[in-house]
């Protein structure tokens, strides 16, 4: 008889998920859930369903068991990635898992549109060197090349530096 383990999730509809226990052998001392599970295995009768209780939120906490299941990142759909990395870092999963998340969280991020130079930015990766543009879009041709009428500069030395501005916070 295969043993399972049973996860009780208390603040969910779909209270329980039952996982075969050998899907958990590869990688028990990697976590916090891998050692409870090799505790109450070490604890328990060979045959019997181990349960966890899981005070958080499901779909995002079965995204870091199938994540450790299967050493990659697993999400589920409907599942917060931010409460993955959360519950990720509060169940010491391993770095490599942490860094997918990092990942797929940046590669999520919104981007914007500066109003001040139409320039699509990260909020992440705003700085205040971003934005670089002139006041007037008027460029006077001369023999040294073409310049900008608002400060005389040529077109690679933007005369307004600054944060990127969308007009929303």
């Known amino acids: 008889m295969t043993s399972f383990v049973k ?5 969910s509809k779909f209270k329980q ?23 109450r295995i070490e ?22 068991i199938y994540s450790m299941i299967y050493n990659k990142l697993v999400i589920l759909k409907g599942a917060d990635i931010s409460l993955i990395k959360c519950i990720s870092q509060e169940w010491s999963i ?8 990092d990942v797929k969280i940046q590669s999520q991020e919104l981007i914007f549109i500066c109003i001040i130079c139409g320039v699509g930015y990260k909020k992440s990766e705003n700085t205040k060197t971003s934005c670089q543009t002139h006041r007037d879009k008027q460029t006077v041709m001369t023999v040294n090349g073409p310049y900008f009428q608002c400060c005389g500069n040529k077109i690679d030395k933007p005369c307004c530096i600054g944060y990127h501005y969308s007009g929303s916070v």
Request: aromatic share 8%; hydrophobic share 40%; charged share 20%.
């Open 7 to 11: 996860f009780e999730f208390t603040n």
């Open 17 to 39: 998920v039952l996982i075969p226990i050998n899907k958990f052998e590869a990688n028990q001392d990697d976590w916090y859930i891998g050692l409870m599970i090799k505790n």
């Open 94 to 101: 391993p770095e490599t898992i942490i860094t997918e998340i």
């Open 43 to 64: 604890t328990s009768n060979k045959n019997e369903t181990i349960t966890i209780k899981i005070h958080q939120n499901r779909l995002a906490a079965l995204s870091v």
